[in-house]
């Protein structure tokens, strides 16, 4: 089985920064794409930033110079570093990672974290 955890939302002002970070644990063989999704209330789930196995990234429009996407391939851990940021910021973020598990080492399969809340407010 595995699982991915979140960590790092919270409330800031903005112009603030966050740093949420995401581990992945479990029976993993490899781990190939690694993405960072949000939804606010009301809006659809939408892809703010990927990056490959070998550390290629993307970004959405919107957040672009704003947010940097990284990963620490040793740890399973992928990182969202958000800077400058702005009410339209506020969401719960996911996390999402494409893996290749041990008991099927034939296939690539998608999860998902639980979600992680950032509000930004003055």
């Known amino acids: 089985q595995v699982q991915l955890v979140e960590s790092g939302g919270g409330l800031v002002q903005p112009g603030g920064s966050l740093r949420l970070s995401c581990a992945a644990s479990?029976?993993?063989?490899?781990?190939?794409?690694m993405g960072w999704y949000r939804q606010a209330p009301g809006k659809q789930r939408e892809l703010v930033a990927s990056i490959t196995s070998g550390a290629s990234t993307d970004y959405v429009d919107s957040v672009k110079g704003r947010f940097t996407i990284s990963r620490d391939n040793a740890k399973n851990t992928v990182y969202l570093q958000m800077n400058s940021l702005k009410p339209e910021d506020t969401a719960v973020y996911y996390c999402?990672?494409?893996?290749?598990?041990?008991?099927?080492?034939?296939?690539?399969?998608?999860?998902w974290g639980q979600g992680t809340q950032v509000t930004v407010s003055s």
């Open positions: 479990g029976s993993i063989f490899v781990i190939k794409a």
């Open positions: 999402n990672a494409d893996i290749v598990t041990m008991s099927d080492m034939f296939n690539v399969y998608d999860y």
